[in-house]
């Protein structure tokens, strides 16, 4: 680059780096309009600040929303739109969100060498893609109940992206450029190459789907399921049997949904491994199990226990969950040989950015939470019938968290949700049905949209998205038959089943209900 450029040219260059021109000055003129709205109104800039970050988070593809959102927030704190010192007060009462997420996540990054052999062999053992697509749904769904959803799914990805490369290895003798292109492709494989890709698109779907169904099961399924649970007092048991009315028919239908569109080969599913790819996985598997020495097959057995403590753990509620994400840690590493601090700082990459934009997140909570901006919204919903409450909050969570970040739609509402209940507005028994809603809605409709939940952007983002053919709008493509199914059950599940349901668990004291004490001392 030529050094006689100017330094207005240099900094718009470096302003935001590599995002299109459009998007950086879109928020430039957010950065000059916030603060002459806010000389008029602080609540019309608190809701022009909301409108402004949740654009960022839709664009997330383009430019992560931890530059462009913290940039916004910062100026909305300058501007007088909320304290400090109740963001600090924010970010420490949603400490447990984030240790799960930075220790969890750098946990389970210790056991991925388990985690990888476990699905290669399902790739290898079964045969029928109808079979093996159930199968990596179903597992991918039990996995997030307990493990990070975006971990999981990168598991997958890797075995996916190794036996990419380990077939392009085989069919061509320049695999590097045959990841970029298909020139060097022989003709006589392409169309094998076509089928594999197609079936790697389903198996990925079908996965990063699965981590949806896991994900709303458990309080550590998904980040918002522990803001919400640690919001109404449930721990991990209270939590499980409170979703259990809309987790286990979601579950039931969601995996129905799998079998039905790969049998009947509907929105892109169906393909079938080729012979010539499943062939070279088997020598490759055999190849790989003869060469493990007694240290690796150790280590494997050492990864299962720990995960297996960190289901036990989770289960009996032994300590807090970004606790006992440590422990895994300590344990896998310890007992594993991993003593440099390399390798362990490595461990928490993954998570740290997206700790980062939580904080971000509490910032913009704290901004609504001050120039109360939900207060008139929350006002008529509650004035609307009692029956209705339940279907409103739902679909309101679950429409905005198909095109935002549901985490950060989740956080919003349970936060006025529960100052209504301190309000005395709703009782204690409503609280805690909306909550459910609430988190049902931020679940299950996201999956609508790549941009809804954070493992569907993380395979968009990741670099088998492009080697596969899976671009933005075939993921919302293969992706219509579970948004509709998983919404409608959801609906349904949460209307008419989880009420009746959640009074008969109380009625004989599998859980209790809320109370206001138990609330407000959640607050403290």
Request: aromatic content about 12%; proline content about 4%.
């Amino acid at each position: 680059m030529s050094t006689s450029i100017s330094y207005a040219k240099a900094g718009m260059l470096n302003f935001l780096g590599s995002c299109p021109v459009w998007y950086k000055n879109v928020i430039i003129a957010c950065l000059i309009i916030n603060p002459i709205v806010a000389q008029y109104s602080m609540f019309v800039a608190g809701w022009l600040l909301v409108a402004e970050f949740i654009f960022t988070l839709s664009m997330a593809l383009d430019c992560y929303p931890l530059e462009a959102g913290g940039l916004l927030v910062i100026e909305a704190c300058f501007l007088g739109m909320c304290d400090m010192h109740h963001v600090t007060k924010e970010i420490e009462s949603n400490l447990e969100v984030i240790m799960l997420l930075m220790f969890m996540v750098a946990g389970i990054h210790f056991v991925r060498d388990f985690l990888l052999f476990f699905f290669t062999k399902l790739l290898v053992k079964v045969r029928s893609n109808v079979k093996l697509a159930f199968l990596f749904c179903f597992m991918s769904g039990l996995l997030s109940a307990f493990v990070d959803a975006l971990t999981v799914l990168a598991i997958i990805i890797s075995t996916c992206v190794g036996l990419y490369q380990l077939y392009m290895s085989i069919i061509t003798n320049n695999s590097a450029m045959a990841l970029v292109s298909d020139s060097n492709i022989p003709e006589e494989h392409k169309k094998s190459l076509e089928e594999f890709r197609a079936f790697l698109r389903s198996l990925l779907m079908h996965s990063a789907v699965g981590t949806t169904i896991g994900g709303v099961c458990t309080i550590v399924g998904e980040p918002q399921n522990l803001i919400i649970g640690d919001t109404c007092g449930w721990k991990f048991i209270d939590y499980a049997l409170r979703m259990a009315p809309i987790s286990l028919p979601v579950l039931v239908f969601g995996l129905f949904t799998c079998f039905f569109i790969e049998k009947f080969k509907l929105f892109g599913y169906g393909h079938r491994m080729p012979d010539a790819v499943y062939q070279i996985l088997v020598n490759k598997d055999k190849e790989q199990s003869a060469n493990l020495t007694k240290r690796d097959k150790l280590n494997l057995i050492i990864q299962c226990c720990c995960i297996i403590w960190l289901v036990v753990a989770l289960g009996f509620h032994l300590a807090s969950v970004g606790v006992i994400g440590l422990s895994v840690i300590v344990l896998a590493t310890a007992l594993c040989g991993v003593t440099s601090e390399g390798p362990v700082g490595k461990a928490f990459c993954e998570s740290m950015p997206f700790c980062a934009l939580l904080c971000v997140f509490f910032t913009v909570v704290t901004v609504i939470s001050t120039q109360k901006l939900f207060d008139p919204i929350i006002q008529w919903v509650f004035s609307t019938p009692e029956q209705f409450h339940l279907p409103i909050f739902y679909m309101a969570n679950g429409i905005i968290s198909s095109v935002s970040d549901n985490v950060f739609v989740a956080t919003i509402y349970i936060q006025q949700v529960r100052d209504a209940l301190i309000a005395s507005q709703i009782t204690p028994e409503q609280f805690d049905e909306i909550a459910i809603a609430i988190n049902a809605g931020t679940n299950l409709p996201s999956v609508a949209t790549p941009n809804g939940q954070a493992a569907f952007l993380f395979l968009l983002t990741s670099p088998i998205a492009a080697l596969i053919k899976l671009p933005y709008l075939r993921m919302m493509y293969m992706a219509i038959p579970y948004t509709i199914v998983l919404t409608i059950i959801g609906l349904i599940a949460t209307w008419f089943i989880m009420p009746i349901a959640t009074g008969y668990m109380i009625s004989e004291g599998l859980v209790h209900g809320a109370s206001i004490e138990t609330i407000l001392g959640q607050m403290k």
